[in-house]
């Protein structure tokens, strides 16, 4: 069981001699176990942190954009145009509404509108970069019946993200986790067998990779912490080279410690 390895990776210098001797399978199963908490705690921070921000966008969406309809590849809408949207929190947040336009858009009418994306009656138009645009082309859509876009769509969509945003979050978390640490492994094998030379310790090049991978536990730790803190980790790399260094040198001399024939008796 995996439950208190971490715990035992972070308290116990002992503990890492017990693990030098596991097999790479146990080692590999440990890593997808951290992965596997370090993502529930990454996407609890997620919702934590961009959660409100997202309710709080689709509030201003559902009471600013105007009601229009989408019906035979064409946006309708009796509201006046052009309407300007301008997030309140986030002022670069701007689209341009105008559903009576059909003519194209071009790079230069949003810079000088200040907006991100403009809506026409046919066609939405994103900035990708300086003076290019992405285009959807509504005349293209695929819908069986016309769509309302008022405050209910913005209720039902904010719903879906809600539902579906966190799952995704988890899994993304999950997989790059396990591609990171298993490359900071590699790294700290390296500098483990260079503890492991000038120790004279004498351990295989796998003992010494099953230590990197516990190695990193509390640097994980403190990284799972700082995801909900106002500052990031200051100096991450040097700090999870600091520390993690200090747990294979601490690791790497107990083994040896450990491992060495008792003294002669004295004659």
Not at 33 to 42: I, W
Not at 60 to 79: I, N
Not at 118 to 131: F, L, T
Not at 192 to 212: C, D, F, K, R
């Given at each position: 069981?995996?439950?208190?390895?971490?715990?035992?990776?972070?308290?116990?210098?002992?503990?890492?001699?017990?693990?030098?001797?596991?097999?790479?399978?146990?080692?590999?199963?440990?890593?997808?176990?951290?992965?596997?908490?370090?993502?529930?705690?990454?996407?609890?921070?997620?919702?934590?942190?961009?959660?409100?921000?997202?309710?709080?966008?689709?509030?201003?969406?559902?009471?600013?954009?105007?009601?229009?309809?989408?019906?035979?590849?064409?946006?309708?809408?009796?509201?006046?145009?052009?309407?300007?949207?301008?997030?309140?929190?986030?002022?670069?947040?701007?689209?341009?509404?105008?559903?009576?336009?059909t003519?194209?858009?071009?790079?230069?009418?949003?810079?000088?509108?200040?907006?991100?994306?403009?809506?026409?009656?046919?066609?939405?138009?994103?900035?990708?970069?300086?003076?290019?645009?992405?285009?959807?082309?509504?005349?293209?859509?695929?819908?069986?019946?016309?769509?309302?876009?008022?405050?209910?769509?913005?209720?039902?969509?904010?719903?879906?993200?809600?539902?579906?945003?966190?799952?995704?979050?988890?899994?993304?978390?999950f997989?790059?986790?396990?591609?990171?640490?298993?490359?900071?492994?590699?790294?700290?094998?390296l500098?483990?067998?260079?503890?492991?030379?000038?120790?004279?310790?004498?351990?295989?090049?796998?003992?010494?990779?099953?230590?990197?991978?516990?190695?990193?536990?509390l640097?994980?730790?403190?990284?799972?912490?700082?995801?909900?803190?106002?500052?990031?980790?200051?100096?991450?790399?040097?700090?999870?080279?600091?520390?993690?260094?200090?747990?294979?040198?601490?690791?790497?001399?107990?083994?040896?410690?450990?491992?060495a024939?008792?003294?002669?008796?004295?004659?």
């Amino acid at each position: 069981m995996f439950v208190l390895d971490p715990i035992n990776s972070i308290t116990s210098v002992n503990f890492y001699k017990k693990v030098s001797t596991q097999s790479g399978g146990r080692t590999a199963a440990y890593l997808l176990y951290v992965a596997l908490l370090f993502a529930a705690v990454a996407s609890v921070a997620v919702k934590l942190r961009i959660g409100p921000a997202i309710d709080q966008t689709f509030d201003w969406l559902q009471k600013s954009v105007p009601e229009m309809s989408l019906a035979e590849g064409k946006l309708t809408s009796a509201t006046p145009m052009p309407v300007v949207l301008r997030h309140p929190d986030y002022a670069d947040m701007a689209v341009m509404i105008d559903t009576r336009r059909t003519d194209p858009v071009t790079p230069q009418m949003l810079e000088d509108a200040k907006v991100e994306a403009y809506v026409a009656g046919n066609a939405i138009y994103m900035m990708q970069s300086r003076g290019e645009l992405r285009v959807i082309d509504l005349s293209k859509s695929t819908a069986e019946r016309p769509m309302k876009i008022d405050s209910a769509f913005f209720e039902s969509s904010r719903r879906i993200l809600d539902r579906a945003l966190y799952p995704v979050s988890f899994l993304m978390i999950f997989v790059v986790f396990i591609l990171w640490k298993t490359a900071a492994a590699g790294f700290y094998s390296l500098v483990g067998m260079t503890i492991n030379s000038s120790a004279a310790a004498h351990l295989s090049y796998g003992q010494i990779l099953t230590l990197a991978v516990y190695a990193q536990t509390l640097v994980i730790l403190l990284q799972a912490i700082f995801l909900f803190m106002p500052v990031g980790m200051p100096v991450p790399s040097l700090v999870s080279l600091v520390v993690t260094s200090v747990y294979l040198w601490l690791a790497v001399k107990r083994i040896q410690q450990q491992s060495a024939p008792p003294p002669a008796p004295a004659a």
